[in-house]
């Protein structure tokens, strides 16, 4: 069974703290990590990840894919109370040309104070 | 970038009713949709993949005569969540992919979600 898993679920910190949250998965026919930020509604995206070793970089965001060990980080620097929200990890797995899918981890609480 | 509207955006409706839910891609054309369930401070879980014109696949655990899909258009699908019950109630998700990338390297956009209560 294809399982994504995401730590810590919930996580308080200062603002101005950097942060790290963190995906592993199992999946068959992994296709792609993706790394969501959920506030009020629907998710919106923020990274797809495919290769090992690359970071991607967005702002005070980033994050890296580690194929070999099956994982995945999110990092963020400087936080600021609107950096709170939900990140949600989730991959994507299929087959070329046939039907695929995206698990998601149960997403991990970021709560920034000010 | 991409759009993906859903509506509506909240339905409250009698348990035993059906109601139905719909997803458009604004400015592209989605090959597949999908639809996802969440509950509260839970993750998305998929419900289903929706293929342009053919059958939805069904995610283990999901009835199909019980949420119904049609993916008539490449810009529009629907859900229908037939004779509805409270258990039923929960934020409705749907997500869309464009056409034209090929290989597996693709994103998914979001609609803003659909709040089912069922009464």
């Known amino acids: 069974e294809d399982k994504v898993v995401q730590s810590p679920l919930s996580l308080v910190v200062h603002e101005g703290d950097t942060v790290t949250l963190n995906c592993s998965y199992e999946?068959?026919?992994?296709?792609?990590l993706l790394w969501y930020k959920q506030e009020k509604k629907a998710p919106t995206f923020l990274f797809m990840l495919?290769?090992?070793?690359i970071e991607k970089k967005s702002g005070r965001l980033s994050s890296i894919l580690d194929k070999k060990e099956l994982f995945s980080i999110l990092n963020i620097t400087a936080t600021q109370t609107g950096d709170s929200a939900v990140y949600l990890c989730?991959?994507?797995?299929?087959?070329?040309?046939?039907?695929?899918?995206?698990?998601f981890g149960k997403g991990t609480h970021l709560i920034i104070q000010p | 970038g991409a759009v993906v509207s859903q509506h509506p955006s909240r339905v409250i409706c009698k348990s035993g009713t059906s109601v139905k839910i719909e997803c458009r891609s604004l400015?592209?054309?989605?090959?597949?949709m999908f639809w996802y369930r969440q509950f509260p401070k839970q993750s998305l879980m998929l419900m289903a993949t929706?293929?342009?014109?053919?059958?939805?696949?069904?995610e283990q655990g999901v009835e199909k005569d019980k949420f119904l899909i049609n993916h008539a258009s490449l810009t529009l699908s629907t859900l229908t969540v037939t004779s509805a019950h409270p258990e039923d109630s929960s934020f409705y998700i749907c997500?869309?992919?464009?056409?034209?990338?090929?290989?597996?390297?693709?994103?998914?956009?979001f609609g803003p979600g659909t709040r089912l209560t069922v009464l």
């Open positions: 989730a991959v994507n797995w299929g087959e070329r040309g046939g039907a695929d899918g995206l698990t």
């Open positions: 997500s869309a992919r464009e056409w034209g990338f090929d290989g597996p390297y693709n994103e998914q956009f």
């Open positions: 400015d592209f054309q989605a090959t597949t």
């Open positions: 929706s293929n342009e014109g053919s059958k939805a696949t069904y």
């Open positions: 495919t290769s090992s070793g």
């Open positions: 999946v068959t026919n992994f296709r792609s």
